[in-house]
C-alpha cells in the first residue's frame, strides 16, 4: 500500500515541467560538482609552490578587501540611508534615487577612469599644474594600490547597503524613532542605539551582496596588481594553463565563501530580538535647518559627484575625443556579440526560472523549497569558481565526445564545445540565474495559487493554465527579471574573460583590453555604453521597487 | 450507491499540527445540495479543496458519478474530475472579461455549442449587459454571479462552493442567495456549499454537515 501510494504520488507530480527542472538544476551544480571532483586528483607541483608561499598571501589580500570595503560601505551607506530616510532637506528627492545609480557603474571601469584621471596625464594632475604650476607628488595620487581599490569598492558598491536599509528604515522604524524622540533622545543617540541594532538585518543582507562582488572581483583586482584569490584562479589558468592548479584554488574559495554563509546564518539567528510590533509603521521625516540642512545636502552630493558624476562626465569627454576611433565596424560587431550572448543567456535564464518556480510552487513540500534554493545558490558563487568549473566540465565532455566528432567526420578530436560559446553561455546562467529566478518567484507568490486552481477545476492541465493564466499575471514580474539578468550579464567580466571562444569579444572584455593596454580613454565608449543600459535597468528597479511598496 | 462518497478523509496540514481532517466520512445523492458548516479553521475549505483535487489527502477515498477520484493508489486531476468550483473570492481572470471569463472552461466543446452555452449562461446569470466588462470593473454581486456562471458552464457533475458570500454586504446577501438558489435547482445541481452562516444553509440546501 505505501509503495502504490508513493507510486501514485511519483506518477501525480511527473510531467515535463519536472524534468526541465531537473535539467536546469543539474546545470546550476555543474560547475560545483566538477570542482568536487578534480579534489580527488594528486596534486601537481605548482599548487605545492602556491599552497607554501602565496596562499596565505592571496587569502590575507582577499579578506583585508572584504573587511575594509564591508566597513566602509556600511558606514557611508547607512548614513545616506538615515539621512534620506529621516530628514528632508534641498535636493533630497533627488538624491533619493540618484544616489543608486553609482551600481550601474561596474567597478572595474571605475577603477580604469579613476586610475587615468589621478595620472600624471589625467585631468587632476593637468590642472593642478597649469593653474596653479604646482606639481604634487605622484605617491598622493597612487589609487593603484590596496587603499585604493577600497576606495573604488565602497564608491561603487555602497548603493546595495543604502538601497536595502533606507527602505527598511522608510517602513519599519517610524513607531521606534518617534518613541526615542518621545524619550528624549538626541538624534546621535538615536542612530546609534536605535537605527543600527533595528537595522541589522538590512544591513548584514546587503554587506553579503557587497562582499560577494568584492570576492568575485577580477577587474579591479587585477589592473591595480592587488593577489587576491580571484586573480591567483586567472594567473594560474591564463598564464601557466594549469586548470588543476586552478580547480585546487577555486575549491579553497568555494570553502571561503561557505565560511561566509555560515557565517551570515549565525548573525541571523543570533539576534537576541525581534520586532515587538508586526505593523509597519512610516517614518516621518524631519526639515533640516540651516547648517545642517547644508551639510546634509554637502555630504550627499560629494558621494554622489564622485561615484557617479565625476566618472561619468570624465568618459563622455574622453568618448568625445575618441568616437572617430572606437566607433568602427569592429566596435559595432562586438556590440552585436555582446546583445546576442546575453540576449541567448537572459533568454534561457528566463525559460528555466519560469519552469522551476512553477514546479517549486506547484509542489509546496520540501523538494519543491529545495529546488528554488538549488536554483539560485549560482549567484554566491565567484565567477573565477563557475568558469573554472565550466571549463573542466566542458574540457572532459569533449574528450568523452571524440568518437562522435570522428563519426562526423572531424578530424584531431577539436575541442568543439570548449572552443565554442556555449561555454559561456552556460557559465551565464549559472551565475546569473538567481537573478531571473528571483524575480520571477516574487511574480508568482504576488499572484498567489489560486486562479491556477481556478484554471485547473475548469479543466486545464498545468501546461494550458500556464499559458492562458499564469503567464498573463507574472508578466511585469517576468519582464523585470528579464531586464535586470540582460543588463548583468551585459555588464560581467571575469567570466567573459575566461570562457569567450578566441577573438570574440563583448563591450566588457574589450573595455579591459582596452585598459590593459594603456589606451583607458578608448575605453569610454564601450564603458558608456555599459553603463546607460545599466542605468536604465537600476531606474527601472527603482520605479519597480516603489510600485512594490505600494 | 450515492452520487458523492467520500470515506475516512483525513489531511494534515504539518505533522507538527493535529490533522485537520479527520476521518471525515459523508455521502451526497444526485441533486442534493448540502452545506458544510463550521468554525473558521475547521477544515471546510480544506475539504473542499481536495474533492476538486487541488490537495491530496493523507489517508481516505473520494468517489464522484460512482468513479473513484482519489484513495491510495489512484489521484485523478483536477482538470479532470468533472467537478466545478466557485472560490472564495472569486478568482475570475483579471486579464479576461466577463465574457472570456465564462468561456474559459468550455475548450472542449465547438465553436457554435460554446457560443449557445455562453449565452444561456450570461442569460441564467442575468448579465446580458456586462459581457465585455472587465472583473475590476464589476460590483461584488455581479463578480459572484460571474463566478458562479463560469462554474456552471462546463456542466460539471458537482458543484463545489467556498463561502461564497463572504465578500458580500448583509442586504445583497439574502437577495443573491435566493437567486442561487434558483438558479441551482433550475439546474439540477449536485452542490456542496461551504458556509459558517447557518443562515445560507437554511435558505439553500437540503441537508448538513458539521465538521
Not at chain 2, 177 to 192: F, N, Q, W
Amino acid at each position: 500500500m505505501v509503495f502504490k501510494t508513493l507510486l501514485r504520488n511519483i506518477k501525480m507530480n511527473t510531467n515535463g515541467w519536472l524534468f526541465i527542472s531537473l535539467i536546469g538544476v543539474a546545470v546550476i551544480l555543474l560547475p560545483v560538482f566538477s570542482i568536487f571532483v578534480s579534489l580527488f586528483a594528486e596534486p601537481n607541483e605548482n599548487w605545492e609552490h602556491i599552497k607554501q608561499y602565496m596562499l596565505t598571501n592571496y587569502i590575507l589580500q582577499s579578506v583585508g578587501l572584504m573587511l575594509f570595503t564591508g566597513i566602509l560601505t556600511v558606514m557611508i551607506g547607512v548614513t545616506l540611508a538615515w539621512l534620506i530616510a529621516a530628514y528632508d532637506f534641498p535636493l533630497k528627492r533627488f538624491f533619493h534615487w540618484a544616489l543608486v545609480l553609482p551600481l550601474s557603474i561596474p567597478p572595474y571601469i571605475a577603477a580604469y577612469t579613476y586610475s587615468a584621471m589621478l595620472s600624471y596625464t589625467g585631468v587632476v594632475q593637468t590642472a593642478l599644474r597649469s593653474t596653479f604650476g604646482f606639481t604634487p607628488d605622484q605617491k598622493w595620487f597612487d589609487i593603484m594600490s590596496f587603499p585604493g581599490a577600497v576606495f573604488i569598492f565602497t564608491l561603487f558598491l555602497y548603493p546595495y547597503v543604502y538601497m536595502l536599509t533606507r527602505s527598511f528604515l522608510e517602513r519599519q522604524s517610524g513607531s521606534y524613532v518617534e518613541n526615542a524622540i518621545l524619550l528624549g533622545r538626541k538624534p546621535v543617540s538615536i542612530f546609534f542605539r536605535i537605527v543600527l541594532p533595528i537595522s541589522q538585518p538590512a544591513i548584514i543582507g546587503s554587506l553579503m551582496l557587497v562582499i560577494f562582488e568584492v570576492i568575485s572581483d577580477y577587474g579591479v583586482t587585477s589592473y591595480f596588481g592587488i593577489q587576491t584569490i580571484s586573480t591567483a584562479i586567472f594567473q594560474t589558468w591564463f598564464g601557466m594553463y594549469d586548470v588543476d592548479t586552478a580547480l585546487r584554488l577555486s575549491a579553497w574559495m568555494m570553502a571561503g565563501v561557505l565560511g561566509l554563509f555560515l557565517i551570515e546564518r549565525m548573525l541571523r539567528y543570533n539576534r537576541k530580538y525581534s520586532a515587538s510590533t508586526s505593523k509597519s509603521s512610516q517614518l516621518v521625516p524631519k526639515r533640516l535647518k540651516g547648517f545642517s540642512s547644508f551639510a546634509a545636502l554637502f555630504f550627499c552630493g560629494a558621494v554622489f559627484a564622485c561615484s557617479f558624476l565625476i566618472p561619468v562626465i570624465q568618459l563622455i569627454v574622453w568618448s568625445y575625443w575618441t568616437y572617430e576611433d572606437v566607433l568602427t565596424v569592429a566596435f559595432f560587431e562586438l556590440t552585436i556579440n555582446t546583445l546576442f550572448v546575453a540576449a541567448i543567456a537572459t533568454g534561457m535564464i528566463m525559460f528555466l526560472a519560469v519552469v522551476v518556480a512553477n514546479v517549486a510552487r506547484l509542489q509546496p513540500n520540501r523538494f519543491g523549497t529545495v529546488l528554488s534554493k538549488l536554483m539560485v545558490s549560482g549567484y554566491s558563487l565567484p565567477g573565477a569558481i563557475i568558469a573554472i568549473g565550466v571549463l573542466t566540465f566542458f574540457i572532459a565532455l569533449d574528450e568523452r565526445m571524440e568518437f562522435v566528432y570522428l563519426l562526423f567526420g572531424y578530424e584531431d578530436a577539436p575541442l568543439l564545445l570548449s572552443m565554442s560559446l556555449v561555454m559561456l553561455i552556460v557559465a551565464y546562467v549559472v551565475r546569473f540565474m538567481a537573478t531571473g529566478y528571483n524575480a520571477v518567484e516574487a511574480g508568482f507568490e504576488k499572484v498567489g495559487m489560486v486562479y491556477t486552481h481556478a484554471s485547473r477545476t475548469l479543466g486545464y492541465g498545468i501546461t494550458r493554465t500556464f499559458f492562458k493564466v499564469d503567464l498573463f499575471l507574472i508578466k511585469g514580474a517576468l519582464m523585470g527579471g528579464t531586464i535586470l539578468t540582460f543588463v548583468e550579464i551585459i555588464k560581467e567580466l571575469p567570466m567573459a574573460l575566461l570562457l569567450r571562444p578566441f577573438n570574440f569579444e563583448t563591450l566588457s572584455t574589450k573595455t579591459y583590453q582596452y585598459a590593459s593596454d594603456e589606451r583607458v580613454i578608448e575605453a569610454a565608449i564601450p564603458s558608456l555604453f555599459i553603463i546607460t543600459v545599466s542605468v536604465i535597468s537600476v531606474l527601472l528597479f527603482h520605479q519597480l521597487g516603489k510600485k512594490m511598496e505600494k | 450507491m450515492s452520487f458523492v462518497n467520500i470515506q475516512e478523509v483525513s489531511y494534515t496540514y504539518t505533522s507538527k499540527q493535529p490533522p485537520i481532517l479527520n476521518k471525515v466520512t459523508f455521502s451526497i445523492d444526485q441533486g442534493e445540495i448540502v452545506g458544510i458548516l463550521g468554525p473558521s479553521g475547521s477544515g471546510k475549505s480544506t475539504l473542499l479543496r481536495l474533492i476538486a483535487g487541488l490537495g491530496t489527502p493523507d489517508r481516505g477515498m473520494i468517489s464522484i458519478a460512482d468513479q473513484v477520484v482519489v484513495d491510495g493508489q489512484t489521484f485523478v486531476a483536477p482538470e479532470d474530475r468533472g467537478v466545478g468550483m466557485v472560490f472564495q473570492d472569486y478568482a475570475l481572470f483579471p486579464h479576461l472579461n466577463v465574457e472570456k471569463n465564462i468561456e474559459f472552461g468550455l475548450h472542449r466543446m465547438s465553436r457554435t455549442e460554446r457560443k449557445a452555452r455562453l449565452d444561456e449562461m450570461i442569460e441564467l446569470v442575468q448579465l446580458q449587459e456586462f459581457r465585455k466588462r472587465y472583473p475590476h470593473e464589476l460590483s461584488g454581486g455581479q463578480q459572484q454571479r460571474v463566478a458562479l456562471a463560469r462554474a456552471l458552464a462546463p456542466k460539471p457533475s458537482l458543484l463545489l462552493m467556498d463561502e461564497p458570500f463572504s465578500n458580500l454586504d448583509t442586504e445583497l446577501r439574502s437577495s443573491i442567495r435566493d437567486e442561487l438558489s434558483a438558479i441551482l435547482r433550475k439546474a439540477k445541481m449536485t452542490c456542496l456549499l461551504v458556509t459558517h452562516d447557518y443562515q445560507d444553509v437554511k435558505a439553500i440546501c437540503n441537508s448538513e454537515i458539521t465538521l
